[in-house]
């Protein structure tokens, strides 16, 4: 399979064209080749009107079907395969974006633009799916990722709240007393008394 690929990336490369059809949403090159974006994993036709992505995270494929057989999913709003993408599969979209880059700042409209939906629709939905907020989430997950931090590292728990996406290290620390019941330092403390290496 990966053979296949680098021989449609060779066939199929972005040339100044088919950047230019993208960049315009040019509808008359929907029919000739697909774009997908490796930071999203998402692809699209040529004429989406979602956000312009940034020219070394495209790869272009022949059709809908090569770009789903490396692993990318439909656009929700050009509906490349021609069919309306699943809810359910929207959502993982949207939680691969999270836990791919839960490090950079996040808001709702942010992962609105890059998951090519309404903010109002994409909270509604991700709610439905996933029993809690996108925001909720993104916390969740960062808080997670804090906690094998605090079990595995030594790192001073700025650094700790940085790394995950919280550079404000009272909030950080205030976010994660509401969500584990202990500041991080009493937590790392606690689980070293114990003798625990897992996540409460």
Known sequence: ME???NVLDSKWALTDERWQAILLNDASYDDQFIYAVKTTGIFCKPSCKSKDPKKENVRIFQNA?????AQFRPCKRCKPTGQR??????????THFIEMNYREKLTLDLLAEMC???PYHLHRTFKRIKGVTPVEYIQQWRINQAI????HSEEPIVAIASSVGIPNTPYFITLFRKMTGMTPAEFRLSTRKNGRAETP
């Open 116 to 118: 090519h939906g309404s």
């Open 85 to 94: 993408l699943p809810d359910y599969d929207w959502v993982e979209q949207i």
């Open 3 to 5: 053979r296949e690929n």
């Open 148 to 151: 094998t931090a605090l079990l």
């Open 65 to 69: 079907q090569h770009a789903l057989s």
